[in-house]
């Protein structure tokens, strides 16, 4: 693989992690569920593995409940043909909707990413390890 087509792909997982965050403030589900394979695990501690539908029901449930707000920082992407690594330091606050205090959490994430057929990197595992802070 070029240095070419490898910045071209790192460009494109920055862009997915982007997308991820506007959609997670936005409550977009929808948008979410694009930016994922079908066969999606989300690990995170203390909880069993989330699989796509768990992630949708959790997700709708939250939002419904709590606005979002996300930031993130890339600090590695590591690609091997249609495979990569994105080690991100994440901070997510929750604010309920109804009112009342803002919480933070933040920690590091490691996502592995697959490239479909189509080019599209989507989110294949997903490891969160945010805690309160």
Known sequence: M???STQSDEQKIRDLINAWGEA???GDLTAQMQLMTEDVVFLTSGSAPMRRKQFA???AAMVAIMHLTCRSNVQEITISGD???CWNLLEVS???IEGG???KHAGNVLTAL???PNGQWR????????TLV
């Open 123 to 130: 989110i294949w595992r997903d490891a969160n390890l945010l």
């Open 2 to 4: 070029t240095t070419e």
């Open 57 to 59: 029901e959790a997700f």
């Open 94 to 96: 929750f604010t309920p």
């Open 83 to 85: 495979l990569a690594l």
């Open 24 to 26: 997670s403030e936005a």
């Open 101 to 103: 205090q803002t919480r």
């Open 114 to 116: 697959r490239r479909g």
